[in-house]
Structure formats: structure tokens, C-alpha cells
């Protein structure tokens, strides 16, 4: 990535970040609740699966601008700042759903419904329009960690389908990735 570019990414990031921080989302924090209860431990599966994920993207050269981001009730587990793939091309804003898993199981692009897809757009969509970014690019995308192999196995899936509203209209600022 040349340095254009990772000032690009830094920059839209940056500003980004302090827009979030202005209005102060509610972001939930890792439990620390009885390990032998199985949702506390799925809880803390997930917050293990979403570190890793996080990890990985910025290993790629992705800015993580906020984790867990809760708007109304609907939430998303990473937002982050793509790179542009070429020269010409704007950084895009990726909403991420990471699926964490312990067993064979669908590839993590399978694992998100269609409600989830819905809540994950509205989110998308609010976020746009509070922090006036209606002509940014947006895609969605999920990250599959399986914690059942050492070291735990990730899979990336960029714009895992297409950002288009409720109502089935796309979204005029989202591109697929190529």
C-alpha cells in the first residue's frame, strides 16, 4: 500500500473515529461471567473471535474504527476503513460480522440471516446518515474464526452480499469488492 494511500485510510479513519467518539455509542464490554455457564462462554467465544478478526484486518492494512457499535438495537461486531484497492479508488467503510465458532459448521457468509443482513443494513444506513457519509462507499463483510483448530483458522469474506436497503433498494454508495 503505497503511503497515499495509508494516509487515505489513516485519515478517513481518524475522522471517522471522532465522530463516533462525539456522540458516544453504547459499545458493549467482554464478559467476565461464570465460565461454566455455556452463554458466557459463547459470550466470551465471540469477544475471543471478534480480537482475533480485528487483529487480522489491521494485519491487512484495514483501520478499525469501533468495535461491538450499537445503534438502537441493532449492532455490529467491527467497523473498519478499507484501503483502496487502486490508485484512483476511495477508501470504503466495511461493516463486519464476525462468526466465531468451536465446530465444523457453514461458512460464516452462510451463518448470517436475513434479519441479521436487514439490521445490519439499517445500522449501516443510520450511521451514514448521522455522520453525513451518504456518498461513502459501504460494503458488508464477515469474518468465519474457528477457535476449534490451533492456531484458530480465519476466513475473510469481503462484501459478502450486497448493501442494498430493506425495501431492496441498493444502497447508492456501496460497491461490490472485486
Known sequence: MSRRD????AGLAAELARRLASWRPSLSQPSTGDASNPRAATRTDAHLGEALAAAHL??????VVARNLRIGHDEADLVVVVPP???????VLAIVEVKTTRALAAPP???IDAGKRRRLIRLAERLLARHELADAFLRFDAVGVDLARKPPRL???PGCFEATSPTGRRHRGSRRSE
Do not use: I, N
Open 6 to 9: 495509508r494516509s487515505a485510510v
Open 58 to 63: 489491521e494485519s491487512l492494512g484495514y483501520a
Open 85 to 91: 484497492d487502486r490508485d484512483a479508488d476511495p477508501p
Open 109 to 111: 457468509h452462510l451463518r
Open 155 to 157: 476466513e475473510h469474506l
